[in-house]
């Protein structure tokens, strides 16, 4: 009877863990979708897979450490300006990558800021899947590294998605903002310095999601300006 209970608890906490990376893992899908969509089609996929499977690594490394972890200050800051940083890449409309070394640059810092945004976005996940996993390491990293089929799949229908529907890329633009902005308010150093209120926090999120549109708005309208200079010159 204890071995059959412990296989149902065992059951019940892996589809527990499953509903958490679920839950937990949009906001990680909208940043890789949004990281990898500058890149041309055939790097994508590549991008978002190796992207996910590091920083899964790095948060099973991460999760072992995960007290110490919620108390590093400006890493949160830090993941922050990176998301900021690429929410506001969803604007920028550049031409295609030609030259193989171009596209390799560009390959290697989608990678970077899919790792160093995942991690420092994952805190809740990290959270909720060792509270689950009780101090079993084996439930622990199939809990994290079931984030990476589930997040590849959600980024890659997300980047098509933005490459068809642009209305798309301000939601999730706006998205990102807020996530930056929750996370550079709750991070260890400014949460210790200025003890924010939940108004405060609410409002950073706020400045997070417009801030983001409103550059998003103004490197729309610079790159529309630009394209008719160039074609009275070329007139």
């Known amino acids: 009877m204890n071995l059959i209970q412990r296989h149902w608890q065992f ?17 990680n899908a909208v940043v890789i ?8 089609q055939g790097l994508r996929k590549r991008a978002m897979t ?34 900021l940083w690429i929410a506001a890449g969803l604007f920028r409309e550049e031409p295609p990558l030609q030259a193989s070394a171009a596209q390799l640059t560009s390959f290697w810092k989608a990678m ?7 991690v420092t976005m994952s805190t809740d996940n990290i959270l909720a899947v060792a509270a689950l996993a009780q101090g079993n390491y084996a439930l622990l990293m199939f809990g994290l590294g079931v984030s990476i089929p589930l997040v590849v799949f959600a980024s890659g229908l997300l980047a098509k998605l933005m490459d068809r529907y642009p209305v798309i ?22 949460v210790q310095r200025f003890a924010p209120s939940r108004a405060v926090v609410y409002s950073a999120e706020a400045a997070g999601t417009i801030g983001t549109l409103a550059t998003g ?19």
């Open 11 to 27: 059951i019940v906490t892996l589809v527990s863990i499953v509903v958490v990376d679920l839950t937990l893992s949009g906001d």
């Open 33 to 40: 979708a949004a990281a990898a969509k500058s890149l041309p």
């Open 50 to 83: 190796a992207g996910a499977a590091c920083a899964v690594v790095a948060l099973v490394i991460a999760a072992i450490f995960v007290s110490p972890l919620l108390h590093v200050k400006f890493l949160q800051i830090v993941g922050g300006g990176a998301v």
């Open 112 to 118: 970077w800021f899919i790792i160093v945004a995942d």
């Open 169 to 190: 890329v301000y939601i999730g633009a706006a998205l990102l903002g807020r996530v930056a902005g929750n996370m550079i308010i709750t991070d260890a150093f400014t």
């Open 217 to 235: 708005w103004w490197l729309k309208t610079r790159s529309a300006k630009r394209r008719r200079e160039d074609l009275a010159t070329e007139a």
